[in-house]
């Protein structure tokens, strides 16, 4: 009977479609949202806090978490005016933030904008960063 090594790079290969981790998706939103489990944000006094662009993040993030819960009617790419209207900030601070200061840490996909599960702590440390 042979057994099977397991390849020693498998411990840094990722499937992009495994689930974000959720521990870390619930320690960058806990400080800014709350979400009820129809997909409603209620933003907190720490949201207003932050800058406009941040606000861009965290609401991309929180549509990741509504995916991880599993709420149906939630898709997770956005666009522009999507987000603008959700975190309620302009679509020129959108636009600047998905297009332009943190396009590399965004996704755009034909649906819209997303961040992909491996810029989770990137953005975890951008935001408590202030950067």
């Known amino acids: 009977m042979s057994e099977h090594k397991q390849d020693e790079l498998d411990e840094i290969f990722v499937d992009k479609n495994e689930p974000a981790?959720?521990?870390?998706v619930v320690e960058?939103?806990?400080p800014y949202v709350t979400i009820d489990l129809i997909g409603n944000i209620s933003f907190s006094e720490n949201f207003e806090k932050i800058n406009n662009q941040h606000k861009a993040?965290?609401?991309?993030i929180s549509k990741k978490?509504?995916?991880l819960k599993g709420i149906k009617s939630i898709?997770?790419?956005?666009?522009?005016?999507?987000?603008?209207k959700g975190a309620f900030i302009s679509k020129s601070?959108?636009?600047n933030a998905l297009c332009t200061n943190y396009k590399k840490l965004v996704l755009k996909e034909k649906e819209g904008?997303?961040?992909p599960n491996?810029?989770?702590k990137k953005i975890k440390n951008l935001i408590e960063n202030g950067n």
């Open 21 to 24: 981790d959720k521990r870390l």
């Open 57 to 60: 993040l965290i609401y991309l």
């Open 118 to 120: 491996h810029n989770l």
């Open 65 to 67: 978490a509504m995916i």
């Open 28 to 30: 960058i939103l806990k």
């Open 113 to 115: 904008y997303v961040i």
């Open 75 to 84: 898709t997770e790419p956005s666009k522009i005016p999507e987000v603008s």
């Open 93 to 95: 601070d959108v636009k």
